[in-house]
């Protein structure tokens, strides 16, 4: 049967990158070798890492004084790499989900945070507005795709101090305004490639403003001058998330992509508002067009379990709610055909029709 794979992390990948991947691991450029097995400073790995650099470049419209880099450690590693590198004093965090909330404890450990808004009283089912940012702050934390919560910052903020964007998420689902951020992050493994590499986009001038001493290996500036190679970078999801890459410019670039995503999120966030049995979680302003979550209406929540039952006998994978939201989540990423979204779709409408 085929799989409709909703998984929220790792994910559904085009499959284009695993077929290329897969090829290179069996044999590397026709090398008579797996790219597991060659040096990643041959002269064969090297243009692999230019590449990917400059098509993140091209698709994400990078102003010059940026540097992209190629990490290992996850977005995790990142909480605390931001305020290693970029917290002196005070930074300011919004805190709008589980990832957020753990990317600003991270931070208490470099200096004064001051948390500007929060949503975890309401189970983080909406984005705060209105909120002040601290102007002495060194820099300005959001999560724009909250992943658990199905909630999503989608326009570039203003920050009159350097805005600092976890996207592990929602990375290449919509074009950014790369000159409003002064960092961007996350983990390859939702929207790129396998986990293992983590991508950082960095206006190489907020480095080394900072007093504290940084170890060699958490220092951004060790890899700016390294150009991701000051150690083994992680080759294989390099490679992986190069083949996405040229996937997203062949399929016209991240406008386009973003059309599709619309398109998709709002075939299903139709369903689950026109259904009777359904009831989205998050806030219809803020609803996240890469995970779209949902629970059952009151009057039929003793339903759930058996649509659960149903959607994994037609092939659904991945449906299950993440614990601290309960009901369903329905992880839309890029890769994710449309077709899916309206198996989904036919799932729901024949358990309506059936109850
Ligand atoms: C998955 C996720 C993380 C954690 O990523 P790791 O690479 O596993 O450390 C952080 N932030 C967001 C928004 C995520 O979705």
């Not at 960095?202 to 001058?225: C, F, N, Q």
């Amino acid at each position: 049967m085929k799989k409709h794979n909703f998984n929220a992390g790792p994910s559904i990948l085009p499959q284009v990158t695993i077929e290329n991947t897969a090829k290179a691991i069996l044999d590397f450029n026709g090398s008579g070798m797996s790219i597991m097995e060659i040096s990643h400073r041959s002269k064969d790995f090297q243009p692999i890492v230019d590449e990917a650099e400059a098509l993140f470049a091209e698709l994400l419209d990078i102003p010059s004084g940026y540097k992209v880099l190629f990490l290992g450690g996850g977005a995790s590693l990142q909480f605390c790499m931001v305020p290693f590198n970029l917290l002196e004093k005070k930074a300011a965090y919004l805190n709008t989900g589980a990832w957020a909330n753990k990317a600003q404890k991270e931070a208490k450990l470099f200096g004064e945070v001051v948390e500007v808004a929060s949503s975890k009283d309401a189970n983080y089912t909406f984005i705060p507005k209105g909120y002040t940012i601290p102007t002495d702050a060194d820099y300005f934390h959001i999560t724009t795709n909250n992943t658990i919560y199905g909630t999503e910052i989608r326009t570039d903020l203003d920050s009159p101090v350097t805005l600092v964007a976890d996207m592990s998420s929602d990375i290449f689902s919509r074009p950014v305004d790369v000159s409003k951020y002064g960092l961007i992050y996350g983990g390859a493994q939702k929207n790129l490639a396998p986990a293992g590499v983590t991508f950082v986009i960095v206006k190489e001038e907020l480095l080394g403003k900072v007093s504290r001493a940084i170890p060699t290996m958490l220092d951004y500036r060790t890899h700016v001058k390294d150009g991701s190679m000051f150690n083994t970078p992680p080759v294989v999801p390099v490679y992986a998330a190069l083949q996405t890459l040229k996937w997203l410019k062949s399929l016209g670039g991240l406008k386009e992509m973003e059309k599709i995503n619309k398109e998709k999120a709002s075939m299903l966030y139709d369903e689950i508002d026109r259904n009777k049995l359904f009831k989205g979680t998050a806030m219809v302003e803020d609803r996240s067009l890469m995970n779209i979550c949902f629970v059952m209406n009151d009057e039929y929540a003793s339903l759930e379990e058996d649509f659960g039952k149903l959607a994994i006998s037609q092939g659904m994978v991945g449906i299950k709610g993440h614990r601290s939201v309960g009901g369903f989540r329905a992880s839309t990423y890029n890769a994710l055909p449309k077709e899916s979204v309206q198996a989904l779709i036919n799932c729901m409408k024949e358990f309506e029709r059936t109850h």
